[in-house]
C-alpha cells in the first residue's frame, strides 16, 4: 500500500496554506518540500497506511458525496493505482472538490495517488455504492492493503 500526495506551492501563495489544505483532509505525518525549479516548490507526502485517509472518508460523509467520490475514483482507476485531484483552495476550507485537472483549480490541486493490490477495496471503504444518498454498506478498511 503506497499513499502520496502532491500539491504545488506556487510563488504567490503561502506555504503554511497549502501545508494546511492538506491536513485538513488527509492525516499526513511527514511532509518534504521539493524545489522543481523557478521558484516552484511541490509538497510531497508518502504514506503507507489506510488511517491517513480516515480525514477523507469522514468529509464524504459529512458532505455526502460518496457517489462523486466513488466515480472520480473509479474513472480514475487504472491497474492497482488511483489518481485523482482535489481543489486545494476548497481543501484549505476542509472541504472535498474533486477537479478533473489543474486548470480547474486557480491555485493548482491536491493530487492524491493510491497504490494497493486491494484498490477496489479501498474504494469500497471509502465510498460505498449509494441508494437514495445511503451507503449500501459500510465494511471495514481493508487490511494488509
Same mark, same amino acid.
Given at each position: 500500500?503506497?499513499?502520496?500526495?502532491?500539491?504545488?506551492?506556487?510563488?504567490?501563495?503561502?506555504?503554511?496554506?497549502?501545508?494546511?489544505?492538506? +491536513?485538513?483532509?488527509?492525516?499526513? $505525518?511527514?511532509? +518534504?518540500?521539493?524545489?522543481?525549479? %523557478? =521558484?516552484? &516548490?511541490?509538497?510531497?507526502?508518502?504514506?503507507?497506511?489506510?488511517?491517513?485517509?480516515? &480525514?477523507?472518508?469522514?468529509?464524504? %460523509?459529512?458532505?455526502?458525496?460518496?457517489? !462523486?467520490?466513488?466515480?472520480?475514483?473509479?474513472?480514475?482507476?487504472? =491497474?492497482? !493505482?488511483?489518481?485523482?485531484?482535489?481543489?486545494?483552495?476548497?481543501?484549505?476550507? =476542509?472541504?472535498?472538490?474533486?477537479?478533473?485537472?489543474?486548470?480547474?483549480?486557480?491555485?493548482?490541486?491536491? !493530487?492524491?495517488?493510491?497504490?494497493?493490490?486491494?484498490?477496489?477495496?479501498?474504494?469500497? #471503504?471509502?465510498?460505498?455504492? !449509494?441508494?437514495?444518498? $445511503?451507503?449500501? #454498506?459500510?465494511?471495514?478498511?481493508?487490511?494488509?492493503?
Amino acid at each position: 500500500m503506497y499513499i502520496r500526495i502532491e500539491a504545488e506551492v506556487r510563488p504567490t501563495e503561502d506555504l503554511d496554506k497549502v501545508v494546511r489544505a492538506i +491536513k485538513n483532509i488527509i492525516v499526513v $505525518r511527514d511532509l +518534504k518540500l521539493e524545489d522543481v525549479g %523557478r =521558484g516552484r &516548490k511541490i509538497i510531497i507526502c508518502e504514506e503507507n497506511s489506510l488511517e491517513s485517509l480516515r &480525514k477523507f472518508y469522514e468529509i464524504l %460523509r459529512r458532505q455526502r458525496i460518496l457517489d !462523486t467520490a466513488r466515480n472520480a475514483m473509479l474513472k480514475n482507476l487504472k =491497474g492497482n !493505482t488511483i489518481e485523482f485531484k482535489l481543489n486545494k483552495q476548497a481543501a484549505f476550507q =476542509g472541504i472535498v472538490n474533486f477537479v478533473e485537472n489543474d486548470s480547474e483549480s486557480p491555485l493548482g490541486a491536491i !493530487t492524491i495517488m493510491i497504490t494497493s493490490n486491494k484498490v477496489n477495496k479501498i474504494v469500497d #471503504w471509502l465510498a460505498p455504492k !449509494t441508494s437514495h444518498g $445511503r451507503p449500501l #454498506w459500510e465494511i471495514e478498511p481493508p487490511k494488509d492493503a
